[in-house]
């Protein structure tokens, strides 16, 4: 397992070892102890899996208050995706800052994601399928989001016109969001 941070503090990139062979492969997706050899202990109470049917969609960005912060393990079984998390930690000396990665069904890269970051993707592939473990169960009450266009954060997504629910639509920018986290 080989595990990559990025430019903000706590945000990895983990590669599993994969065993190829004739009939296919084999890899260990999830494996505690040997993250807890890198100093990464989490207690996922969730896994989470959804499908995107066109290329396009865009799902975030989004995060839960305090006390239902979720740290997110993010992968991708099928298809492909831009995998995007925003430190929203306001005491961070990165606060706003944000990083993206593609995670796809050949890469099986994932993205740890830890608590005070707000998480979004967009699909580049239809069909795509992404799973994700979370340490504290989804809370309606808790649940927010920042607007995925804030010029502020400036993401740079694959599309300027994505396939968004009713509810990304909505989101305040990060200035005028609720971020106890
Ligand atoms: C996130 C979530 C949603 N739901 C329900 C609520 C709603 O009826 C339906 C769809 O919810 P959403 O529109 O919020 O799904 P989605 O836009 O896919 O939300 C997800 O986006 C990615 C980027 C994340 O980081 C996740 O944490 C989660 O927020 O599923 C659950 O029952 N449990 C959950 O854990």
Redesign the pocket.
Known sequence: MKITPTALAGLVIIEPEVHADHRGFFMESYHAAKLAVQWITIDFV?D?H?LSEEIGVL????YQLNPQA?T?LVRVVAGSIYDVAVDIRPSSPTFGQWVGVTLSADNKRQLLVPQGFA???CTLEPKTQVL?K?DAY?S?QH?RGIRWNDPAIGIVWPTTSPIL?A??EKHPVLRDAEINV
Not at 59 to 62: F, I, M, V
Request: proline share 5%.
């Open positions: 969730q989470n959804s799902r975030g960005l989004h979720q997110k998480h979004g993707f994700y979370v989804y309606p649940d629910s509810k990304d």
